[in-house]
């Protein structure tokens, strides 16, 4: 659970701008929210995008070219592309910048912006902001996982995942898509098998957001079959900051490959692999 102790002060610069960015955009979303007047576009069953998504993840395209030069962004909206008009810095941002988008349109108050920073092919830095909350998670690599409360000012608490030892003790969260997916009955088969041993289960519709609250020791564990980088890279270093353990459903780190994400406490994290595997593609 959150403690409070000393902050050490940000020591990536992309990561203080990102906080910046990340506080700068959230009225921006909560004003889309509250109209609920969306202007959407359905990407496959069930899946839509509003122009929310794509006016935020410009904007902060926008300023990372700015303040960056040379970095490269991967966006759920835009793809991958070079920011600036300079020579490839090696650094690149992975940007989910509306996610649990199907909660925003129907008003459910359950979404995140996630911002990982990836240098020489690892995440270094990483926050996952909740606009609607005012909580920002952050984590460095090396330096621990916070939650900054942007709402009330008050100082940064020290994240910490549970301390649940197992998946029979657990409150875990999962994905599962639409029944019109093609990959319904596969995950509905793994959902189902972890549901059975699980303490509890549930589907929030944000997956980013999800993993920050294992980070926060909110939920004991998190697992999905089908997740983008976007969505998990900036969650896996928040989990990893605060104590806990993500890995495929092999065991391994492969997880931003295979987009079969395991999170949680060592102890549930362990008994996920487990009941998983056999459904690892």
């Known amino acids: 659970m959150p403690t409070h102790i000393h902050v050490p002060a940000l020591g990536h610069a992309r990561l203080s701008c990102a906080l910046g960015w990340a506080r700068d955009t959230r009225a921006v979303i ?17 899946d839509v995008a509003t122009e929310t998504d794509r006016v935020v993840e410009n904007w902060l395209a926008t300023q990372i070219a700015a303040a960056f030069p040379g970095d490269v962004l991967l966006g759920e909206e835009g793809g991958e592309r070079l920011l600036g008009n300079a020579p490839a810095t090696g650094v690149r941002w ?33 926050l996952i902001a909740n606009p609607l909350t005012g909580e920002t998670f952050v984590a460095e690599r090396g330096r621990g996982a916070w939650l900054h409360h942007d709402a009330t000012g008050a100082a940064p608490e020290r994240l910490s995942v549970s301390a649940c030892p197992g998946l029979n003790r657990a409150l875990v969260s999962g994905v599962l898509p639409s029944a019109a997916n093609a990959a319904f009955e596969r995950v509905f088969a793994a959902w189902s098998d972890v549901a059975r041993r699980a303490a509890s289960i549930r589907r929030t519709g944000a997956a980013a957001l999800d993993l920050a609250h294992v980070a926060a020791g909110r939920l004991d564990g998190f697992f999905v079959m089908s997740l983008a980088a976007w969505d998990a890279a900036a969650g896996a270093l928040l989990v990893e900051e605060a104590g806990g353990r993500i890995c495929d459903f092999h065991g391994g780190d492969g997880y931003l490959r295979s987009n079969e994400v395991i999170a949680g406490t060592p102890g549930v994290s362990a008994d996920m692999v487990n009941c998983l595997q056999l459904h690892a593609t």
């Open 30 to 46: 909560r004003a889309a929210f509250a109209t609920q007047a969306h202007v959407t576009t359905e990407k496959s069953a069930n």
């Open 94 to 126: 992975i940007v989910d910048p509306l996610d649990g988008t199907f909660n925003f349109v129907h008003g459910f108050p359950y979404i995140a912006t996630s911002i990982a920073i990836e240098v020489g092919g690892q995440i270094d830095a990483a």
